[in-house]
């Protein structure tokens, strides 16, 4: 068994044990109900730090439009399950359906802006995958969208410009969005979601793409010279990425009661990549520890309302050193090098 495969098996026993731990303590009664609303935000939050990072740690691109690939998704699935609640009667195909289309559509949009996006580098990337995260959202905040007997009905203006039946019903109602969505996410489900997120990207990863990935982010002409093709491999980790915000974003919408364009703001997506920066660029087991620490942090320190967010602050601080300073990586190499060589010896 090499390095990888056994850093890989550690990152999904992590997933495992930490949700046998929660669904121990759900099934005691030892978890308030603030926390168990946390549970499927946790989840959607750590997929997205995962996906992020296939695209800033192992592409080497900087995006700051993960929340528009997240929005896409939300609304797309939520407007799938929203017209077939009368037809698809099962919940759980439904939804299953939802998220697949959810990651399509958002797929979709990473094909349609990576192609000519991806040919920018560094700011000007940055600056361009904004730009598309709050189009996107505006976009949806202006269309109104009804449907009836005669068929789907399309306004920009407002509900009442449509002209649909009385019995009709308003599915996107602008700024408003998307409500009464049936709330299928579980705990269940968002962790399958991370398991199969880390199963991807962790094999992309090893693959024979992921590491024609990772040698045109470190050095891109020396892999144009040996034949590589530039576009079609940054392409694939951008879609790739792009299809699992946009699972994300169908977990989250089929969570909440009103699902609403202004959520998926700059914000988010700042959000997402602090989770990616501060758990470590390319290292995908930190995204998952960091999205769960500070996603559940703000809302544990609630009761210390003084001081939750100086807390939050000295964490995040403490957080950036223990994975960027010198002096914390090179302890770290030196404990971790001792304690493998000593579990290699017990080993033997």
């Known amino acids: 068994?090499?390095?990888?495969?056994?850093?890989?098996?550690?990152?999904?026993?992590?997933?495992?044990?930490?949700?046998?731990?929660?669904?121990?303590?759900?099934?005691?009664?030892?978890?308030?109900?603030?926390?168990?609303?946390?549970?499927?935000?946790?989840?959607?939050?750590?997929?997205?730090?995962?996906?992020?990072?296939?695209?800033?740690?192992?592409?080497?691109?900087?995006?700051?439009?993960?929340?528009?690939?997240?929005?896409?998704?939300?609304?797309?699935?939520?407007?799938?399950?929203?017209?077939?609640?009368?037809?698809?009667?099962v919940s759980g195909l439904r939804?299953?359906?939802?998220?697949?289309?959810?990651?399509?559509?958002?797929?979709?949009?990473?094909?349609?802006?990576?192609?000519?996006?991806?040919?920018?580098?560094?700011?000007?990337?940055?600056?361009?995958?904004?730009?598309?995260?709050?189009?996107?959202?505006?976009?949806?905040?202006?269309?109104?969208?009804?449907?009836?007997?005669?068929?789907?009905?399309?306004?920009?203006?407002?509900q009442f410009s449509m002209g649909m039946e009385p019995d009709g019903q308003i599915i996107l109602n602008g700024p408003q969005g998307i409500t009464g969505v049936s709330k299928d996410s579980t705990f269940i489900i968002g962790v399958v979601l991370i398991l199969l997120?880390?199963?991807?990207?962790?094999?992309?990863?090893?693959?024979?793409?992921?590491?024609?990935?990772?040698?045109?982010?470190?050095?891109?002409?020396?892999?144009?010279?040996?034949?590589?093709?530039?576009t079609k491999y940054k392409l694939m980790a951008f879609t790739v990425s792009a299809a699992l915000a946009g699972a994300a974003g169908a977990l989250y919408s089929h969570n909440l009661a009103t699902l609403q364009a202004s959520k998926f703001n700059f914000n988010t997506s700042i959000l997402v990549l602090v989770f990616v920066v501060l758990g470590g660029i390319g290292n995908m087991r930190g995204s998952v520890i960091a999205a769960v620490i500070l996603t559940a942090l703000p809302e544990m320190l609630r009761g210390l309302a003084d001081y939750r967010m100086l807390i939050y602050a000295i964490v995040l601080i403490v957080m950036m050193l223990f994975n960027w300073a010198p002096k914390a990586l090179e302890w770290r190499e030196r404990y971790l090098g001792q304690l493998f060589k000593k579990t290699a010896k017990e080993g033997k």
Do not use: W
């Open 197 to 230: 997120t880390l199963f991807i990207v962790l094999n992309l990863i090893d693959s024979r793409d992921g590491r024609a990935i990772q040698a045109i982010r470190d050095n891109r002409i020396a892999a144009s010279s040996v034949g590589l093709n530039i």
């Open 95 to 158: 939804f299953f359906l939802a998220i697949l289309i959810g990651a399509a559509v958002a797929a979709v949009f990473g094909i349609l802006i990576g192609i000519p996006v991806l040919r920018l580098k560094g700011d000007y990337l940055a600056i361009v995958t904004l730009a598309f995260g709050e189009i996107i959202k505006n976009v949806v905040n202006a269309f109104y969208i009804g449907l009836d007997s005669k068929g789907f009905h399309f306004s920009m203006k407002d």
């Open 1 to 89: 068994m090499n390095k990888k495969l056994k850093s890989n098996l550690i990152t999904y026993g992590m997933v495992l044990v930490a949700f046998v731990i929660m669904q121990i303590l759900l099934s005691t009664g030892h978890i308030s109900s603030l926390f168990k609303g946390l549970l499927v935000p946790i989840c959607v939050y750590v997929v997205l730090a995962l996906s992020l990072n296939l695209v800033v740690g192992i592409s080497g691109e900087l995006s700051l439009g993960h929340a528009g690939f997240m929005c896409a998704g939300a609304f797309a699935s939520a407007f799938f399950t929203k017209c077939t609640m009368d037809t698809i009667t």
